[in-house]
């Protein structure tokens, strides 16, 4: 049984992720770390964010919700990695999709696995 979001595995390597983009984010150029930087940023925080909130709520149906909102951010977080490395802001984005990608697979089994509790 999970006492907290913080035991979620999910949960922790978004937070890693957040680190990940930050560090991405400051090389970017003066100007673009307060708009695409900023955006990337707000994306990858919403991460954890939702993960964390869903997890607090009552319910897994209200968790769940929390989560496709998670999944959404990180949809959102994609193509704006994309953008940037298109912009040549990133050289590789390559580890950063995958990590993206190995926490989209996790929130999805994490919704399958509550749905499954719900029937």
């Known amino acids: 049984m999970v006492k907290s979001h913080k035991d979620l595995k999910v949960w922790q390597e978004s937070m890693l992720l957040v680190k990940d983009v930050y560090e991405i984010t400051n090389s970017f150029p003066a ?6 930087g900023q955006q990337i940023s707000r994306s990858a925080i919403s991460i954890p964010s939702n993960i964390a909130e869903g997890a607090g709520r009552r319910g897994n149906k209200e968790w769940t919700r929390f989560l496709y909102i998670a999944l959404g951010s990180l949809s959102e977080l994609e193509a704006q990695i994309e953008i940037a490395k298109m912009l040549g802001y990133i050289n590789d984005n390559k580890i ?19 749905d499954a509790k719900a029937t």
């Open 96 to 114: 950063i999709i995958e990590k993206i990608t190995f926490i989209r697979i996790m929130t999805t089994k994490l919704i399958a696995s509550l």
């Open 31 to 36: 100007d673009e770390r307060f708009t695409l």
